[in-house]
């Protein structure tokens, strides 16, 4: 039996999604707020990373 593979988004979907720059993407990422991974050189974020975070955001927020 096979398990679905997380979705992967590029850095400029995550803009996207979040309506931030690519600068705060990557400070996200380094300050571990972003999970993401390298593949071939390119960096890629889970979309359960970015739901995440969208929700403990939502949370501190309340």
Same mark, same amino acid.
């Given at each position: 039996?096979?398990?679905?593979?997380?979705?992967? =988004?590029?850095?400029?979907? #995550?803009?996207?999604?979040?309506?931030?720059?690519?600068?705060? @993407?990557? &400070?996200? %990422? +380094?300050?571990?707020? =972003?999970?993401?991974?390298? #593949?071939?050189?390119?960096?890629?974020?889970?979309?359960?990373? @970015?739901? &995440?975070? %969208? +929700?403990?955001?939502?949370?501190?927020?309340?």
């Amino acid at each position: 039996m096979t398990t679905a593979s997380p979705e992967l =988004l590029k850095v400029p979907e #995550v803009m996207a999604l979040l309506k931030v720059g690519r600068t705060k @993407v990557y &400070d996200l %990422i +380094r300050t571990h707020r =972003l999970v993401s991974i390298k #593949v071939d050189g390119c960096r890629r974020i889970p979309a359960d990373s @970015v739901a &995440d975070f %969208i +929700r403990r955001q939502i949370e501190r927020g309340a």
